[in-house]
């Protein structure tokens, strides 16, 4: 136990920790919960995720790790919706997460964490009837997502923007990722300085770390010469790989004779707006004439994803947006340099000439120029990979526990009796 918080209701309505990140709706948003639930209970706090069952199988129960909760609550039908037919499902969510705390005795949960504005929805109701402060994370925005849209990708709705609005007005603490992020809450969402906290999300370190290059390539089938990029990550158009593919039909354009050891890895499951068209970006590559240069893996776990940072000479993150980016530290931890692009959390996530490149814009020539420029020049790659794993240290999960259970010993304190009075009644 730690202070006053013994127990903790985290509500994540959209997206299971049960569920294999780098596909569908599930990310980093996931590992997040996972790793931040594990730690927390490893400390005496006890956690519920309370998330909607996407399958009949499922008990109403999983226990994730000694501590932590899986409450499968049962909204809607069980098979997958999109998330643009969740908010439908909310009330149905939201009586049975009440419901759920009905059957112990009041006083049950010490404090709510949601996350993603579907749960912080969830959350109001929740704050509302027991009586206990609400802390939420955003992880995206829709305003800033719609100001930063990929061509053709299909805009936020209004009323993700207003649920957003209306989460940020009644949580008692916000937590977001980035001075970035925090200073977005304040101007677009009009919150109070006083009730934004900044946590910086984190990597496992011990899962993380560098390992024998050489080695990982035998395994994955992958040439001990070859200048290997990758891309990690649900693939949508929000997270640009096809800007890493024309960036590499532009370098090979450029000098053909780079086709015999060029290789990409794309790690990662379609997601979004890319599951109308899952085969798009294999087509582009295709017509792009990567054939032979393009590897497409599946999603995989954590500790194989290791491997793959490891074997690879470079990250490539591309994205539109990115209110962190897991993946780009995960990459640095592991000593490989990530050229990302200079966006949201990236430039945070990445130390721009120490630990990797920040690329200004979407254009495939400034990432082959870039990357051109790093290919040529192994002694720069090297100080970049010494430089990404210092970077990397930075960012451990028992830091970003310690500060959220600031964050939450903070927004206790001030749901004075006072405000438990006036939301109870
Ligand atoms: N991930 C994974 N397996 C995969 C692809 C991705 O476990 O095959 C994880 C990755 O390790 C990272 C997360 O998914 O922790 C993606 O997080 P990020 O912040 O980069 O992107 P998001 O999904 O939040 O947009």
């Not at 579907?118 to 206990?132: E, T």
């Not at 990708?153 to 001075?179: F, I, S």
Request: aromatic share 6%; with cysteine.
């Amino acid at each position: 136990m730690s202070g006053r918080i013994s127990r903790i209701a985290t509500i994540s309505v959209h997206t299971s920790p049960l569920d294999q990140p780098g596909t569908g709706d599930a990310g980093g948003m996931n590992v997040y919960i996972v790793e931040v639930a594990k730690r927390l209970a490893a400390r005496g706090v006890e956690v519920d995720v309370f998330t909607r069952a996407t399958s009949r199988a499922l008990p109403p129960v999983t226990e994730l790790a000694p501590g932590v909760n899986v409450r499968n609550v049962v909204a809607g039908p069980f098979e997958e919706l999109d998330k643009g037919e969740l908010p439908r499902q909310l009330c149905g969510f939201t009586s049975a997460v009440l419901r759920a705390e009905a059957c112990h005795e009041p006083g049950h949960y010490d404090l709510l964490h949601t996350h993603y504005w579907l749960s912080g929805q969830a959350g109001w109701a929740a704050r509302h009837r027991w009586g206990v402060p609400l802390v939420h994370s955003m992880h995206t925005m829709a305003k800033v997502k719609n100001a930063a849209l990929a061509a053709g990708d299909r805009p936020e709705p209004a009323e993700r923007v207003l649920g957003e609005q209306q989460v940020v007005d009644c949580a008692d603490r916000l937590v977001a990722n980035t001075a970035e992020e925090a200073r977005e809450l304040v101007d677009l969402y009009g919150a109070a300085p006083s009730r934004v906290a900044t946590v910086s999300p984190g990597v496992d370190l011990g899962m993380f770390a560098p390992g024998s290059t050489g080695e990982v390539r035998r395994r994955l089938g992958l040439p001990h010469d070859a200048f290997v990029l990758l891309f990690v990550g649900r693939i949508q158009p929000l997270k640009a790989p096809d800007v890493l593919l024309r960036a590499v039909a532009r370098m090979l354009d450029d000098d053909p004779a780079l086709r015999n050891r060029l290789v990409v890895a794309v790690v990662g499951g379609p997601s979004g707006t890319g599951r109308r068209r899952p085969e798009q970006l294999q087509k582009l590559a295709a017509d792009l004439g990567l054939g032979g240069v393009v590897r497409f893996e599946p999603p995989c776990p954590q500790d194989e994803l290791a491997d793959w940072y490891r074997a690879a000479d470079i990250t490539v993150v591309p994205s539109h947006n990115e209110s962190f980016g897991l993946v780009a530290v995960e990459s640095q931890a592991c000593g490989t340099p990530v050229v990302a692009s200079s966006v949201g959390g990236l430039r945070t996530a990445v130390r721009d000439g120490d630990s990797g490149v920040l690329v200004r814009g979407h254009d495939p020539a400034a990432y082959a120029a870039v990357l051109r420029g790093l290919h040529d020049d192994p002694g720069r790659r090297d100080r970049l990979a010494r430089g990404a794993v210092r970077h990397a240290r930075a960012f451990g999960w028992d830091a970003t526990v310690d500060r959220l259970l600031e964050v939450y010993e903070d927004a206790t304190t001030r749901f004075s009796t006072t405000t438990r009075a006036e939301v109870t009644a």
